[in-house]
């Protein structure tokens, strides 16, 4: 049964998202059942990479905040991390257009290992403060990642996969999603945001029990 979540690698929510699914699918007895899918989202598609801007500075200046109100909200962000057992450094974080990274994904995704390159890249951007939009940075992860990078500078370049990343993008449009992370299960259920690990845990129940009676029958 297929479970799709839609994200962006410069969400917050999205890598807290990852690790409350991951505690609920550790609980759940049918996991060898899901086949796990990442979706490409852009919450800053029009995003130039400042290697020298602070992240709360920009978050002040997107959301209309003062730095104090956004370094406050980035502090409650670490918290939440650490509930889950992520490390957050606010301070190391590159702000960076994230479309590169989204490219990587789905070359990961031929490779069978969509969930190690996504977690990798979370990563990198909120704890490591690496570049997510630096080819080379993208290869060196792909590469600890246990992806065969043998092309990819070249798929980095070129931007090949492209439509690819804009397609999940116009289909997360399509189904209404107004933000990430956005998960949907089976393509009947929909979780949006990071929600309690309950959640995905009771969701995962229900749609595995209705996917197997479908597939009976």
């Not at 807290?16 to 989202?41: C, D, H, P, T």
């Not at 960076?96 to 969509?114: D, E, I, P, R, Y």
């Not at 990343?165 to 956005?182: L, M, Y």
Request: glycine share 6%; with cysteine.
């Amino acid at each position: 049964m297929k479970v799709e979540i839609w994200s962006d690698i410069m969400c917050p929510f999205c890598f807290i998202g990852k690790r409350k699914f991951e505690n609920a699918m550790a609980q759940f007895a049918g996991k060898e059942q899901i086949e796990l899918v990442w979706k490409s989202y852009q919450l800053q598609p029009d995003l130039k990479t400042d290697t020298t801007l602070n992240i709360s500075e920009h978050l002040a200046e997107v959301k209309g905040l003062t730095k104090e109100q956004a370094n406050k909200m980035y502090q409650q962000l670490i918290e939440t991390a650490k509930s889950v057992g992520l490390e957050f450094n606010v301070d190391k974080i590159v702000v960076a257009n994230t479309f590169k990274a989204q490219n990587l994904v789905h070359f990961a995704k031929a490779q069978g290992k969509q969930n190690e390159m996504e977690e990798s890249l979370f990563k990198a951007y909120f704890t490591d403060g690496e570049n997510v939009d630096d080819i080379a940075v993208l290869i060196n992860l792909a590469q600890n990642a246990g992806i065969n990078i043998d092309g990819l500078k070249k798929v980095l370049e070129n931007e090949s996969f492209a439509e690819n990343v804009r397609n999940d993008i116009n289909e997360a449009k399509q189904i209404g999603v107004r933000g990430v992370p956005f998960f949907v299960f089976d393509r009947k259920y929909a979780v949006s945001g990071a929600q309690d690990k309950t959640v995905f845990l009771e969701t995962l129940e229900k749609t595995v029990t209705n996917w197997r009676l479908k597939t009976s029958n």
